[in-house]
């Protein structure tokens, strides 16, 4: 920072001159080709972006997931390579900048640089001068069947020109940052395939010895279902105090705390119940059927929620959630109905492999140790990241920040 600092006050003492989109580039919005023409979808070479490009592929983007004919191209006329795309309708606060002649669709608006700022602009600064644009964007919003920024604001909008070299110098240090950051997010996601693939060896049946078979309901102690206080009621649920698990929180975690509470009236009235910590908690319907987690803590569960409390003498809990977890698709598909729910039933009917218990702990051990390197928030890589993001905007933030030049 002290070097940007002293490049910005030897180039920019007064501030650098700000200047409204509007007056910078030329705004053009996307379209989506008539659907009902096959012709148009089919044996196409122009990138046509969507939000789905941005959330697959990042922000600076070369190639689309889906292509357009030329002959889908209104007036043929595409966007120009190296324009921003940037989201005004429905998916707001994402924006990419594109780096090949295309099109989008409707929720983004494009902006490319006129001729006379052209030569003023770097581009990949525009890019990160975006990200300030899409806090803009987020709180300058209008709605009406979704919605939409306030587009006469956003041509207001504007945007520092510092000199060219100032530009590059911080696109060179941002991206900097970005590269790093790619590199934790790539080495994180070779330990996640790592911990999956040793979570399936390990959990193998014929990598276990001296092995017996036993259902789930075998080696509980004890299986239950929670409940639902009756909504609307809020002396059943304001100031209170008891932590109360939903299904949507059932996310093959341990559990610490729940997003909502109780009160001890509505334990008392509905048929939510307490269950001790470390019970093997299963999801039981609809879209969460079949996911697991651990409660660390005692807490009560609504009626969704199918929860083991493991015999000690048989198995180790983590080593039953381990296994519950990696069965997620094959208790998935013994959901009935057209919801695929699952029940009580089903859920204690499932079958798990019992090594002894020294082997059960080694497994534990292992997997808790994997566990920890790729999903803690609060250590390994995922707090690595974490930081590292936060650091890097604060250090966008920082060099983003111009004096704006008065005359």
């Known amino acids: 920072m002290s070097g940007i600092d002293e490049l910005i006050a030897e180039r920019c003492p007064s501030g650098v001159p700000h200047v409204e989109v509007a007056r ?6 996307g379209y989506t080709p008539p659907k009902s023409n096959a012709s148009f ?16 592929n990042g922000g600076v983007l070369g190639a689309a997931q889906q292509q357009v004919p030329e002959a889908a191209v209104k007036g043929g006329r595409l966007f120009p390579a190296n324009s921003l795309l940037v989201a005004t309708s429905a ?43 899409d806090d803009w964007c987020r709180t300058n919003t209008t709605t009406s069947s979704f919605s939409s920024v306030d587009m006469a604001g956003f041509k207001k909008f504007k945007f520092p020109l510092p000199p060219l070299e100032v530009q590059r110098e911080i696109v060179r240090i941002l991206d900097t ?7 934790l997010e790539a080495e994180l996601e070779a330990r996640r395939r790592q911990y999956e693939h040793y979570r399936s060896a390990l959990l193998a049946p014929n990598s276990m010895s001296s092995l017996r078979w036993a259902t ?74 079949g996911r697991s987690a651990v409660n660390r803590v005692p807490l009560t569960t609504n009626q969704h929620c199918c929860n083991f409390e493991i015999d000690p003498s ?89 004096e704006e030049l008065t005359a």
């Open 24 to 29: 910078i580039f030329d705004l053009r919005n």
């Open 41 to 56: 979808w089919s044996g196409g070479n122009v990138p046509w972006f969507r939000m789905e490009d941005i959330r697959a």
């Open 91 to 133: 998916t707001i606060g994402e924006h990419a900048l594109v780096t090949v002649p295309h099109l989008s669709n409707q929720r983004f608006t494009s902006l490319t640089p006129r001729a006379e700022y052209a030569s003023r602009l770097d581009m990949k600064f525009a890019y990160y001068y975006g990200f300030k644009l």
């Open 177 to 183: 940052f970005t590269e790093l950051e790619a590199e």
């Open 216 to 289: 789930l309901g075998e080696i509980s102690l004890h299986v239950s279902s929670g409940g639902t206080p009756l909504a609307g009621r809020p002396e059943y649920y304001q100031q209170g105090s008891i932590p109360w698990l939903r299904t949507q929180e059932v996310r093959f975690v341990d559990v610490w705390d729940t997003e909502m509470r109780i009160t001890e009236r509505a334990l008392k009235d509905s048929s939510a119940k307490w269950i001790p910590a470390n019970c093997v908690i299963v999801a039981i319907s609809g879209a969460t059927a």
């Open 314 to 402: 048989q198995a180790d809990y983590r080593y039953v959630f381990y296994w519950v977890r990696s069965q997620y698709e094959q208790i998935k598909a013994l959901g009935q109905g057209a919801r695929s729910d699952l029940n009580s039933a089903i859920i204690r009917s499932v079958k798990i492999p019992i090594p002894p218990f020294t082997v059960q702990r080694e497994i534990v051990a292992t997997l808790d140790a994997f566990d920890t390197l790729v999903n803690d928030l609060s250590v390994g890589l995922p707090a690595e990241l974490a930081a590292r993001r936060k650091q890097y905007e604060y250090y966008r933030d920082k060099l983003l920040a111009f």
